[in-house]
C-alpha cells in the first residue's frame, strides 16, 4: 500500500488501495466543511482568508485562521520524519505509526465532536472550538499527505486535487503526443488512471462522506478513522525491502 514503481506493471493491483485514501480525504474534506465551514486540506483557501481577515481589520480570527494550515505543515514534518528522514538514514520507515497518529486524530474528532466539545454540528458560533477541530482534521491530512507522497516518489498525493488534476492534464497531452506503443506509453497510462482514479475516489469520498455526515454529524469521521486504522495494518506489511528509497525507484 506504501510503495510503488509505476515502471513495474504489477503495482497497478495496489492502485486500489491508494483510491481508498483518496476516498478517505474526500470524506475528511466534507466533515470539515460541513461541520465548520471549511475545507481541511485546502492551504490555499485558508491563506486566502487569512488575507481577508486582515483586510477587515479582523487580526485575531486572521491569525486563528493562519494558525490551521501550520498543523497541515505539523502533519506532514512529523510524517518526513517518521519516514522520508528514516528512508536517508537507512532506517525502516514507520508508515504505521503515522497512520495510527492519523486514526486518533479522526477518533478523537469523532468522540469530542459526539460529546459536544465543538459545539452543535454544522453551527459556525464557536470559533475557537471550530480552529480546534480543524487543525486536528488538518494534521490528520499533512500526516497522510507527507506518507503518500514519500511512499510515491511524489506521483501522488491524496487530499487534495489541484497537483493532480494538473499532472492529468499534462499526461493526457503527453500520451496522446507519442507513439502508442513501447514502456513509455505504457508507463503514461498507468499514470494517468492512478490519477483520475485518485480523482474520482477523492470525489467519491465526498459525496458519501456528505451523506454520512447529515445523518451521524460528527460521528460520520469514524469511517475516515476505520479507513485508516486499516492503512495502519498495511503500513506493517508494505515493506519488502525496508531500506530502499521510492523516491529514488524510477
Known sequence: MFHHNLDNELEKRIFAKWYLLA?????????????????VSHVTGFATLFGVGISEGKYDQAAGILAVP???????????????????????????????LEFLCLMLVALFGHF???????????????????????LACGLQN??????????VRTTHLTGITTD????????????????????EVRSNWLRFGTILSFVMGSVIGAALFVQLKYLGFLLPA????YAMTQGRKHLAHPHKDPSRSK
Open 70 to 100: 501550520a498543523f497541515f505543515l505539523a502533519g506532514v514534518m512529523i510524517s518526513a520524519y517518521l519516514i522520508d528522514h528514516r528512508f536517508h538514514k537507512g532506517l525502516r520507515p514507520h508508515y504505521d505509526w503515522v497512520m495510527l
Open 116 to 138: 459536544q466539545f465543538f459545539g452543535i454540528f454544522g453551527h459556525g458560533e464557536h470559533l475557537k472550538e471550530d480552529f480546534i477541530l480543524l487543525a486536528m482534521l488538518c
Open 168 to 187: 492529468l492534464g499534462l499526461g493526457l497531452i503527453r500520451a496522446w503526443g507519442m507513439p502508442h506503443a513501447g514502456e513509455v506509453f505504457r508507463q
Open 146 to 155: 507527507g506518507a503518500i507522497t514519500t511512499a510515491t516518489g511524489a506521483s
Open 226 to 229: 476505520a479507513i485508516a486504522l
Open 23 to 39: 476516498f478517505l480525504a474526500g470524506n475528511v474534506n466534507a466533515g470539515g466543511y460541513l461541520s465548520a465551514g471549511k475545507f
